[in-house]
């Protein structure tokens, strides 16, 4: 009959010395080297089974430490690794967690009744129900396969059991719920099942037993695995060494703070009764406590902890990562720094660039080529990664595209780059293949038109070399493969929905030789030491862990199914806390104990552990301090820019520069003279410039009709005017309160033109771009603008007419405080002499329209030109231009930014 021992060691730095000794110092050794089938220090006849590869390489050490001398090792192995190990079974293998969750998928969406048990709004709403009831049926199968396997009918038995522990009431209210879970986990039990298949093949290693088995774990084995070490025991010598909880073997202080960590039979009295006076409690020398006002304080002092531990010499550092906010944040700041974070968890495949870039491209297509989703999209390092230039390209896209404020489609898109070719194509590029992610396809076909878009728009390439890039690759890969058997058609919306599924299901895990400073869950530290471990998210909302919610079953029914409970993970959680603490000469544990302005509360754990030590008389627990290295920074006074640049003197000027340079120096110096100017912004909602635009476009046809009766005018104007707003209200809706607006104003713009005629004036020219070389000694600039009108009376004189979308009181102001150089400036533009300038305001005021005369027309024109040589000499002389703007001029200003308005 082989032999049969479990040995337990306490928790602490030197357990794996002491399973090393416990592994050399066995009966079964001793019997094998009696019976002279153990040469010395051969250890090859023994296998060993450990729970992570770490423990490997732990163990091995230790085994070195313990032998003097060389030796052979045993085999030591993971239990999926000995599996993976195996060879294949000729007709058995396991169907993939994809084609699990689409085939279920599949046939859940057919049923009506579910969709409105869940309140599913759209198919793919049951994609998650399809993962939940997977997790679940995995976890039933898990708990109940090797009940199931001895007894067909106990199942069934433990799972009525398992409901009459709920209430009648609730009961009834579940039994639609757990029906289902019943039904769907019994569905799932074939031999192709994943878990069905692990454990037949545990079964098989037992079977095939021909090496004594030391098990090596830092929990309890779960129903599949005790069931696999009772069949491998049965025929060959087994030794089980695990962790010893009991309270004897356990630091008196954890075991009086937290005694439901301790086996069941072992518990002491409640911690809030009198201490036992077996228990010896003292302040944990290994424990420090750190409450940091906000986040970023809590990184910033995590960072400088592990700089300050590195700098003392230590090498072997861990950063428990309890609130993975705060752990991301400092790895940033060490990153930073220089030191490099094996973080050994990783992160969700879902937020790296490789997958946001995937991600982009689906929600470009689901959108229809919304603008802001294209142009990030284009910026994607991913995308057209091999065209020369792209930055440029895709910068001059982008002015194009919000210049002609296009919010979306693939026409509109390409039809505003046509100035820009090479953009033009690339975005026709895009179109084409989003065309190929309509109808419905099988996931292979999904597969398939992904594949092809990221070849034609040279993705794939750039994906291969990048790391996470490269697992994305083999994703798509390996559910093209493990999906043929789904021979179901999936929607767009489906197949974008299970994709974002995958990537948030597979971590991404970063290849790092550096371990000097690991980051791992709290697990992760198992059996594990470390110099020092830093813990973040010490606090009420982290530790312990929050419980994700599961659908359907109650802790009660967990419980009696064999389940993991709240219960049983908060207590293995605990057990991870104590372990951590008594394997480790330095821990720190630290939280935020402010959050949104509210106090927030240290972990429950950590106060028990004070209450109790405060309890006993004994000293409180350590607090943490570090310390930051301050920086000496030089002040700096502010001052106002005053920038002088005479070889940037610009060659042609407008009106509106000129008023620019009036308005604030600076200004001109940033926007005319560096040629900065601020990106348009997309807007669904017309703004009062395009009001202008539209109505200067409406006018300048109208009146380059040429002669037309009085009596057809306002048809005309009407035709021409709804022509123009049909256009813009395709675009927004919008757009109807501007035509409303125009059409108050028809009748009296119309007035006012048979007034206008009956004075003798009559449209000579509209819409005219017009230049003139102003002159001085030493140079000279080139004035450029566009006059909106010119009329002209009988005896040959002119006047030049500026449309304005106000009312008549506003252009009065405008004009009596000087404020715009406009009219004055198209005078000088003009060739011809004129004598009047006029601005037409297009609001009536009082049913009427009345012009706005620049007064002492000819003397502003001369004061002008005067006053734009005198400038334009002065920039070329080296004068400063200031930013001497006024606050009304600031607030819409494109650089405020630039020149820091406020901080001088």
């Not at 057209?384 to 919010?407: C, G, I």
């Given at each position: 009959?082989?032999?049969s021992?479990?040995?337990?060691?306490?928790?602490s730095?030197?357990?794996?010395?002491?399973?090393?000794?416990?592994?050399?110092?066995s009966?079964?050794?001793?019997?094998?080297?009696?019976?002279?089938?153990?040469a010395?220090?051969d250890?090859?006849?023994?296998?060993?089974v450990?729970?992570?590869?770490?423990?490997?390489?732990l163990?091995?050490?230790a085994?070195?430490r313990?032998?003097d001398?060389?030796f052979?090792?045993p085999?030591?192995t993971?239990?999926?690794?000995?599996?993976?190990l195996?060879?294949?079974?000729?007709?058995?293998?396991?169907?993939?967690?994809?084609?699990?969750?689409?085939?279920?998928?599949?046939?859940?969406?057919?049923?009506?009744?579910?969709k409105?048990?869940?309140?599913?709004?759209?198919?793919?709403?049951?994609?998650?129900?399809?993962?939940?009831?997977?997790?679940l049926?995995d976890e039933?199968?898990?708990?109940?396969?090797p009940s199931?396997?001895?007894?067909?009918?106990?199942?069934?038995?433990?799972?009525?059991?398992?409901?009459?522990?709920?209430?009648p009431?609730?009961?009834?209210?579940l039994?639609?719920?757990?029906?289902?879970?019943w039904?769907?986990?019994?569905?799932?039990?074939?031999?192709?099942?994943?878990?069905?298949?692990?454990?037949a093949?545990?079964m098989?290693?037992?079977?095939?037993a021909?090496?004594?088995?030391?098990?090596?774990?830092?929990?309890?084995?779960?129903a599949?695995?005790?069931?696999?070490?009772?069949?491998?025991?049965?025929?060959?010598?087994?030794?089980?060494?695990?962790?010893?909880?009991?309270?004897?073997?356990?630091n008196?202080?954890?075991?009086?703070?937290?005694?439901?960590m301790l086996?069941?039979?072992?518990?002491?009295?409640?911690?809030?009764?009198?201490?036992?006076?077996?228990?010896?409690?003292?302040?944990?020398?290994?424990?420090?406590?750190?409450?940091?006002?906000?986040?970023?304080?809590?990184?910033?002092?995590g960072?400088?902890?592990?700089?300050?531990?590195?700098?003392?010499?230590?090498?072997?550092?861990a950063?428990?990562?309890?609130?993975?906010?705060?752990?991301?944040?400092?790895?940033?700041?060490?990153?930073?720094?220089?030191?490099?974070?094996?973080?050994?968890t990783?992160?969700?495949?879902?937020?790296?660039r490789?997958?946001?870039a995937?991600?982009?491209?689906?929600?470009?297509?689901?959108?229809?080529?919304?603008?802001?989703?294209l142009?990030?999209?284009?910026?994607s390092?991913?995308?057209?990664?091999?065209?020369?230039?792209?930055?440029?390209?895709?910068?001059?896209?982008?002015?194009?595209?919000?210049?002609?404020?296009?919010?979306?489609?693939w026409?509109?898109?390409?039809?505003?780059?046509?100035?820009?070719?090479?953009?033009?194509?690339?975005?026709?590029?895009?179109?084409?293949?989003?065309s190929?992610?309509?109808?419905?396809?099988?996931?292979?076909?999904?597969?398939?038109?992904?594949?092809?878009?990221l070849?034609?728009?040279?993705?794939?390439?750039?994906?291969?070399?990048?790391?996470?890039?490269?697992q994305?690759?083999?994703l798509?890969?390996?559910?093209?493969?493990d999906c043929?058997?789904v021979?179901?058609?999936?929607?767009?919306?489906?197949?974008?929905?299970?994709?974002?599924?995958?990537?948030?299901?597979?971590?991404f895990?970063?290849?790092?030789?550096?371990?000097?400073?690991?980051?791992?869950?709290?697990?992760?530290?198992?059996?594990?030491?470390?110099?020092?471990?830093?813990?973040?998210?010490?606090?009420?909302?982290?530790?312990?862990?929050?419980?994700?919610?599961?659908?359907?079953?109650?802790n009660?029914?967990r419980?009696?199914l064999?389940?993991?409970?709240?219960?049983?993970?908060?207590?293995?959680?605990?057990?991870?806390?104590?372990?951590?603490?008594?394997?480790?000469?330095?821990v720190?544990?630290?939280?935020?104990?402010h959050?949104?302005?509210e106090?927030?509360?240290?972990?429950?754990?950590i106060?028990?552990?004070?209450?109790?030590?405060?309890?006993?008389?004994a000293?409180?627990?350590?607090?943490?301090?570090?310390?930051?290295?301050?920086?000496?920074?030089?002040?700096?006074?502010?001052?106002?820019?005053a920038?002088?640049?005479?070889?940037?003197?610009?060659?042609?000027?407008?009106?509106?520069?000129?008023?620019?340079?009036?308005?604030?120096?600076?200004?001109?110096?940033?926007?005319?003279?560096?040629?900065?100017?601020?990106?348009?912004?997309?807007?669904d909602?017309?703004?009062?410039?395009?009001?202008g635009?539209?109505?200067?476009?409406?006018?300048?046809?109208?009146?380059?009709?040429?002669?037309?009766?009085?009596?057809?005018?306002?048809?005309?104007?009407q035709?021409?005017?709804?022509?123009?707003?049909?256009h813009?209200?395709?675009?927004s809706?919008?757009?109807?309160?501007?035509?409303?607006r125009?059409?108050?104003?028809?009748p009296?713009?119309?007035?006012?033109i048979?007034?206008?005629?009956?004075?003798?004036?009559?449209?000579v020219?509209?819409?005219?771009?017009?230049e003139?070389?102003?002159?001085?000694?030493?140079?000279?600039?080139?004035?450029?603008?566009?006059?909106?009108?010119?009329?002209e009376?009988e005896?040959?004189?002119?006047?030049?007419?500026?449309?304005?979308?106000?009312?008549?009181?506003?252009?009065?102001d405008?004009?009596?405080?000087?404020?715009?150089?406009?009219?004055p400036?198209?005078?000088?533009?003009?060739?011809?002499?004129?004598?009047?300038?006029?601005y037409?305001?297009?609001?009536?005021s009082?049913?009427?329209?009345?012009?706005?005369?620049?007064?002492q027309f000819e003397?502003?024109?001369?004061?002008?030109?005067?006053?734009?040589?005198?400038n334009?000499?002065?920039?070329?002389?080296?004068?400063?231009?200031?930013?001497?703007?006024?606050?009304?001029?600031?607030?819409?200003?494109?650089?405020?930014g630039?020149?820091?308005?406020?901080?001088?």
């Open positions: 009959m082989p032999s021992a479990t040995v337990l060691i306490p928790p730095a030197t357990f794996w010395d002491d399973a090393a000794r416990a592994l050399l110092q009966e079964l050794r001793a019997q094998m080297a009696e019976a002279g089938n153990l010395a220090n250890l090859s006849v023994v296998r060993v450990v729970s992570t590869f770490a423990h490997i390489q163990l091995k050490s085994l070195a313990q032998i001398g060389a052979i090792p085999t030591i993971s239990l999926s690794e000995y599996i993976r195996l060879p294949p079974v000729e007709g058995v293998s396991a169907t993939a967690a994809s084609e699990r969750l689409m085939s279920l998928y599949a046939d859940l969406r057919q049923h009506a009744w579910l409105k048990l869940f309140s599913a709004r759209r198919n793919t709403d049951l994609l998650p129900l399809a993962e939940i009831l997977l997790a049926s039933l199968t898990q708990a109940m396969l199931l396997k001895a007894s067909p009918a106990a199942a069934d038995a433990r799972w009525q059991a398992a409901l009459e522990q709920l209430s009431v609730a009961r009834n209210l039994s639609d719920e757990t029906q289902l879970v039904t769907i986990w019994k569905s799932q039990l074939d031999a192709n099942d994943a878990i069905v298949t692990r454990y093949q545990m098989r290693i037992a079977q095939q021909h090496l004594p088995l030391f098990w090596i774990s830092p929990v309890e084995p779960d599949m695995e005790q069931a696999f070490l009772d069949a491998y025991g049965a025929r060959q010598s087994l030794a089980v060494i695990k962790l010893d909880w009991r309270t004897d073997t356990i008196s202080t954890y075991a009086a703070a937290w005694p439901e086996i069941a039979d072992d518990i002491p009295e409640p911690f809030f009764d009198d201490l036992p006076d077996s228990l010896n409690v003292a302040t944990p020398a290994a424990l420090k406590l750190y409450a940091a006002q906000n986040l970023e304080a809590e990184a910033k002092a960072a400088q902890t592990i700089i300050d531990w590195l700098q003392e010499g230590k090498t072997n550092l950063i428990v990562a309890q609130d993975r906010v705060v752990a991301r944040r400092i790895r940033a700041l060490l990153e930073r720094a220089q030191i490099v974070v094996a973080d050994e990783g992160w969700k495949l879902s937020t790296t490789a997958a946001s995937i991600a982009a491209w689906l929600e470009l297509v689901a959108a229809r080529a919304e603008t802001v989703g142009l990030d999209f284009l910026k390092p991913f995308v057209f990664a091999a065209l020369e230039d792209k930055a440029d390209l895709v910068m001059q896209s982008e002015v194009a595209l919000r210049r002609a404020n296009v919010l979306s489609g026409d509109a898109a390409a039809n505003a780059l046509t100035a820009i070719p090479q953009a033009q194509r690339m975005i026709n590029l895009l179109a084409q293949q989003a190929g992610f309509a109808g419905r396809k099988t996931l292979c076909n999904w597969i398939t038109a992904t594949n092809q878009t070849d034609a728009i040279g993705m794939r390439a750039a994906l291969q070399v990048d790391a996470a890039g490269s994305l690759i083999q798509l890969q390996d559910i093209s493969q043929v058997q021979g179901h058609t999936f929607s767009f919306s489906e197949w974008r929905a299970f994709l974002n599924l995958q990537l948030e299901a597979k971590a895990v970063q290849l790092n030789l550096d371990k000097r400073v690991v980051m791992l869950p709290l697990n992760g530290a198992r059996l594990r030491a470390f110099d020092a471990v830093l813990m973040v998210g010490a606090d009420a909302e982290h530790l312990p862990s929050q419980p994700t919610e599961t659908l359907f079953f109650a009660v029914v419980r009696e064999g389940l993991a409970t709240r219960e049983s993970r908060q207590r293995q959680q605990l057990r991870d806390v104590t372990e951590l603490l008594s394997s480790n000469d330095c720190v544990m630290s939280w935020q104990a959050k949104n302005g106090p927030n509360p240290v972990s429950p754990w106060e028990r552990l004070e209450l109790c030590l405060a309890r006993a008389g000293a409180p627990i350590a607090r943490h301090d570090v310390q930051i290295a301050p920086r000496t920074l030089q002040a700096s006074a502010a001052v106002m820019p920038p002088s640049a005479a070889q940037l003197l610009p060659k042609k000027l407008s009106a509106s520069g000129y008023n620019s340079l009036v308005a604030c120096p600076y200004q001109f110096f940033a926007t005319r003279m560096l040629g900065l100017s601020g990106i348009d912004e997309l807007s909602m017309p703004e009062k410039r395009d009001y635009d539209w109505l200067h476009q409406i006018l300048a046809q109208f009146h380059q009709a040429g002669s037309v009766p009085s009596s057809e005018r306002a048809a005309l104007l035709k021409i005017s709804d022509q123009v707003f049909a813009e209200l395709d675009k809706a919008a757009a109807l309160g501007y035509y409303a125009w059409q108050k104003a028809m009296a713009y119309l007035e006012w048979s007034e206008r005629e009956s004075q003798g004036w009559h449209f020219l509209g819409e005219e771009k017009f003139k070389v102003l002159c001085w000694v030493d140079g000279e600039v080139i004035l450029h603008g566009r006059v909106d009108r010119m009329d009376n005896n040959g004189e002119r006047v030049v007419l500026d449309y304005k979308s106000t009312n008549q009181l506003a252009l009065r405008k004009l009596k405080h000087g404020e715009d150089h406009q009219l400036f198209y005078g000088l533009l003009s060739d011809t002499p004129l004598s009047a300038a006029l037409i305001p297009l609001e009536a009082k049913d009427k329209i009345k012009e706005v005369e620049a007064p003397t502003w024109q001369q004061t002008l030109a005067e006053q734009i040589v005198h334009m000499q002065a920039i070329a002389e080296g004068a400063p231009l200031p930013a001497t703007g006024p606050e009304p001029v600031c607030q819409y200003c494109d650089v405020r630039l020149c820091r308005k406020g901080a001088w």
